[in-house]
């Protein structure tokens, strides 16, 4: 079964709206957790490190401010998407490290209309 | 320059084909690399860690030279199930922070 899940999988937002995927490690605690983007075809790109009562760590050319982070616990990271456009539709997809082992979070696509 | 490269591919080939995938990395302190497997519209799944000994697992064999940079990937006898992207991912340290490749996709054929 999963141990990092995501929610929700699919979400479908106005343009202008905000949108929050939350990133739950259900068997460890993570005080790290990794927020990934992938647009089709292409790689997945780092967007930023959430960091367990701390800021979050932005990957250059990311805007902290459109892609709030927060890790309030350690079990839980959300990204919220605020004042969505359509050219932010994408997969967005969380990992956590745990023994040495990367997991991945089922991933949310998102789509802006 | 990107930090891991691959050939995006596609790799067309037919079932029973053996089929190698390479990548390599730019940054030399990097300590450990992975392929993964991705299927459309899927969260990535280790296939297997890399290591300089090189290492097997049924039909997949893995292989990384430090000197070079490179790290290759080799399918035997290919199934139709292994049609897939295959990504080449690199840690550079102990946070789990990873660097992916773009992606080779395979599409074996009957």
């Known amino acids: 079964g999963a141990v990092v899940s995501q929610h929700p999988s699919r979400v479908i937002c106005k343009s202008g709206t905000s949108v929050k995927i939350e990133c739950r490690s259900l068997d460890f605690q993570a005080t790290t957790m990794f927020w990934y983007r992938q647009f089709p075809k292409k790689s997945l790109m780092l967007m930023a490190t959430s960091n367990e009562g701390s800021k979050a760590t932005y990957e250059q050319g990311v805007e902290k401010d459109k892609f709030l982070i927060n890790h309030a616990s350690l079990t839980l990271s959300t990204l919220t998407v605020t004042s969505a456009h359509p050219e932010d539709s994408s997969f967005y997809i969380c990992s956590a490290f745990s023994r040495n082992t990367i997991y991945f979070g089922e991933g949310s696509w998102l789509t802006v209309v | 320059r990107k930090e891991v490269e691959q050939d995006p591919g596609p790799f067309n080939v037919p079932e029973g084909a053996t089929v190698a995938f390479n990548c390599t990395y730019s940054n030399s302190a990097s300590q450990s690399f992975f392929w993964y497997r991705q299927d459309c519209r899927k969260e990535p799944k280790l296939l297997m860690s890399v290591y300089s000994s090189g290492n097997e697992d049924g039909r997949f064999t893995a292989q990384l030279n430090r000197a070079s940079q490179y790290i290759s990937l080799l399918i035997r006898d290919s199934k139709l199930s292994d049609s897939a992207t295959y990504l080449c991912?690199?840690?550079?340290?102990?946070?789990?922070?990873?660097?992916f490749g773009q992606g080779t996709t395979l599409q074996v054929k009957p």
């Open positions: 991912v690199v840690k550079g340290s102990n946070t789990g922070k990873l660097i």
